[in-house]
């Protein structure tokens, strides 16, 4: 199961099972692996207690202590996540999470800080660990928006798409 909660995702995207994503938003031709968790509530670490019991009138707990407002907001930070991203399985990405476009996040990592386009992340806490392409490829990629084509251009230049990249001067996609 899948649970999407004030979540946007784009044509051409997929998300495995057992994946629970709030408030984000998933652009176009992501590839999203299985147990995969974004955007999770806080928890008050300045009050007595982290439970919920104290500071929301709707819980997990099934309880309603407090009447009237919450005293402490855990709704997370919007999460953006770029166009043709890949999420390993098991990750987690902490609240007001940037990913760029073409980004690799490794099976396992923590994402707590924002990933730059193109980069491989991986870790706990996620690190850079190298850039897809050169800072040139990585420029000309995000300058052409290949993601926003029509359907049709993006079939006709199939074969584009089906190979390692040297540089773009040959290729149809900018």
């Not at 500071?55 to 407002?69: E, L, M, Q, Y």
């Not at 855990?74 to 890949?86: F, H, K, Q």
């Not at 993601?147 to 089906?162: E, H, I, V």
Request: proline share 6%; with cysteine.
């Amino acid at each position: 199961m899948v649970i999407l909660r004030d979540t946007k995702v784009q044509d051409y995207s997929y998300i495995g099972h057992s994946s629970n994503f709030l408030r984000t938003n998933i652009g176009k031709f992501c590839s999203i692996s299985r147990n995969v968790n974004c955007g999770l509530p806080s928890h008050p670490t300045h009050f007595i207690s982290t439970s919920p019991i104290f500071f929301s009138p709707n819980n997990s707990t099934g309880t309603n202590w407090v009447k009237g407002d919450k005293l402490y907001d855990d709704l997370p930070s919007p999460i953006n996540i770029g166009n043709d991203v890949w999420i390993g399985m098991n990750v987690s990405i902490t609240s007001g999470i940037n990913i760029g476009d073409g980004a690799v996040i490794a099976a396992h990592s923590v994402v707590t800080k924002d990933v730059p386009p193109y980069s491989i992340v991986g870790g706990v806490p996620a690190k850079i660990l190298k850039y897809r392409f050169s800072s040139d490829i990585i420029n000309q990629l995000q300058k052409s928006e290949w993601w926003n084509k029509p359907d049709q251009y993006l079939k006709d230049n199939l074969s584009n798409f089906q190979h390692n990249i040297d540089h773009l001067d040959d290729m149809k996609i900018s």
